[in-house]
């Protein structure tokens, strides 16, 4: 049947399985709009504040249902404001498809109004782009466009259509999507056995997951892992999830904000198995004496990755999930109590502390955790909040928290939070913020609100841009250089003014009585908990130094 572009990429969206897209109308993109507003019984399209919080929905949306998440916008300024989340999903391998739509094909490259070469601007940053002049290549532009996101290391993929593209007419012919199939055809026999030599001669084995053991959805595999090598486990911010943190063998997070228990273990381990991740910067402190006692294997989809960061002793390249499924079979079960009793110690002798007096961040996540009895999907936006998110709430399972942790965006949770509350219904969502981030993007409670999305936003509010303030107070001579936010912004009146219920807390007890409240409303809730200026996260490793030096306030 003959169908115009505008109809081929409604078509092609449902046909991928899309429920849902994140966007914002223009001019360039009105004739898919007008497609929309007809199959509004097919898809739905959720219209947000800004794009860029399109964008950061679409990659919530992914992250916590592990579907490919889709967003749009129009031409020039509208495609360029969904370029940070795009960066955002590219950096933590996230499968999105943003469509944009440009000036017609004949204006192209001509400086015309609200034209932009996204798809040169969004190179570094895609997986892959595409831009479409011939309405004839667009049905298998859209189908590769969702292959390319979804196999291997997922990530982002941007179409742009020019707008007489989309009011051309071409014959279409439905399809059945190609099944993605695990990445396994890497993944060598010989790679198993020397890995399989390697854990029987271990004695102090340690397991470090992190972000694609929580996309391959691996976290069966790893938990039987684990116990079949009885290894202690540690993870990255990206693999919260892939191991249980209620379980007995985890010992925190690891790297500039990690445990001392995961620290010191891992410096003195004999051998660490790194599952899906990339060894960033903030894990590995100096990289010259990360793991020095240790071999390293490491198992990964990307063959990018490995020697990348950290030279491997050995390694399996392709799906973890596939990799563990080959891994297990062949190996027997070890005995390593002597090791997992002194990393038992370890954290019995540095557990993170919840400070018993006044309001503090680690007092407010653990709370959460709490009257969540661990169940409710956390996002965050990036900073001291975010840190604590991730020591003091318990990931059981894969796609609970999602935060940046690649590209660092101030701005990313509320929008991650409301992609996450449209894919998750009956679910409750947090997203845990300071008052800097929530500035960033705080528009978007209107869209909450519009969509009747029962977000809790939790802001730690301490009146400044807190981990700056931290390295400004640690390693700056406490020169406080444009970190303030003092100026009297009433967050429960803003939140009031865009529909949301709007509550204050400035004591334990008040915190208590307002997350109670904010758990039993059925419409978006902002809490605005007031901390201390000065608090900081503990334990922290100094820029470049060895990961066994983590301090905390107790040795300052």
């Not at 739905?44 to 916590?64: C, K, P, V």
């Not at 579907?67 to 969904?82: D, F, I, Q």
């Not at 002793?313 to 005995?335: F, Y």
């Not at 865009?498 to 208590?512: I, N, V, Y």
């Amino acid at each position: 049947m003959e169908l115009t572009g505008a109809q081929i990429v409604i078509e092609c969206l449902v046909e991928q399985g899309v429920d849902t897209v994140f966007g914002y109308p223009g001019g360039a993109i009105l004739n898919v709009y007008d497609e929309l507003y007809k199959n509004k019984d097919r898809i739905r399209h959720i219209l947000t504040s800004h794009e860029q919080g399109a964008s950061h929905a679409a990659d919530g949306y992914a992250r916590s249902t592990g579907k490919v998440g889709v967003c749009m916008a129009t031409s020039g300024p509208g495609a360029t404001n969904l370029v940070t989340g795009i960066a955002t999903a590219y950096m933590d391998s996230v499968p999105i498809v943003a469509i944009t739509c440009n000036v017609a094909v004949p204006l192209l490259g001509k400086d015309s109004f609200q034209e932009v070469d996204i798809a040169g601007v969004t190179m570094p940053v895609t997986k892959h782009n595409f831009i479409v002049k011939d309405v004839r290549d667009l049905a298998p532009t859209i189908r590769r466009a969702f292959r390319i996101a979804k196999s291997g290391r997922p990530g982002p993929v941007l179409i742009d259509i020019p707008k007489d593209v989309t009011g051309n007419r071409t014959e279409y012919e439905a399809a059945v999507p190609e099944v993605i199939e695990r990445k396994t055809a890497d993944i060598r026999e010989s790679d198993i056995d020397e890995a399989v030599s390697m854990i029987k001669k271990a004695t102090k084995p340690y397991i470090f997951v992190g972000g694609g053991a929580v996309i391959s959805r691996a976290a069966d595999e790893v938990r039987e892992f684990a116990d079949l090598i009885d290894a202690p486990v540690c993870d990255s911010l990206m693999g919260k999830g892939a191991y249980p943190g209620s379980g007995r063998r985890y010992t925190g997070m690891l790297g500039m904000h990690g445990t001392k228990a995961s620290n010191l273990g891992v410096s003195s381990c004999d051998l660490l198995i790194a599952i899906g991740t990339r060894f960033s910067d903030r894990v590995l402190g100096n990289p010259k004496t990360f793991a020095s006692n240790a071999k390293v294997l490491q198992i990964d989809v990307d063959p990018a990755e490995i020697n990348k960061n950290i030279i491997a002793d050995a390694q399996i390249i392709g799906d973890v999930r596939e990799a563990l499924r080959q891994l297990i079979p062949k190996l027997d079960k070890q005995d390593h109590h002597h090791w997992m009793d002194h990393m038992a110690d370890l954290c019995r002798k540095f557990p993170l502390e919840v400070p018993k007096q006044g309001l503090t961040g680690p007092y407010a996540v653990r709370k959460i955790y709490e009257e969540t009895k661990g169940n409710a999907i956390i996002s965050t936006e990036v900073g001291q909040h975010q840190m604590w998110a991730a020591q003091y709430y318990l990931y059981d399972r894969p796609g609970q928290l999602l935060t940046s942790g690649g590209l660092g965006t101030m701005g990313y949770g509320l929008g991650a939070s409301i992609g996450a509350a449209v894919g998750n219904p009956g679910c409750k969502v947090i997203n845990i913020a300071g008052d800097g981030c929530f500035r960033m993007n705080m528009n978007e409670i209107a869209t909450a609100v519009r969509n009747k999305l029962p977000i809790v936003e939790v802001i730690m509010n301490n009146h400044v841009l807190g981990m700056v303030r931290q390295w400004q107070d640690l390693f700056y001579g406490k020169r406080y250089s444009n970190t303030i936010l003092d100026d009297g912004v009433d967050y429960v009146k803003l939140a009031e003014a865009m529909g949301a219920k709007g509550l204050r807390a400035t004591s334990q007890k008040e915190f208590d009585s307002a997350i109670r409240t904010a758990m039993d409303e059925d419409t978006p809730v902002v809490i605005d908990a007031i901390i201390g200026s000065d608090d900081k996260v503990w334990p922290m490793v100094a820029p470049g130094k060895p990961i066994a030096e983590c301090f905390d306030q107790s040795d300052l």
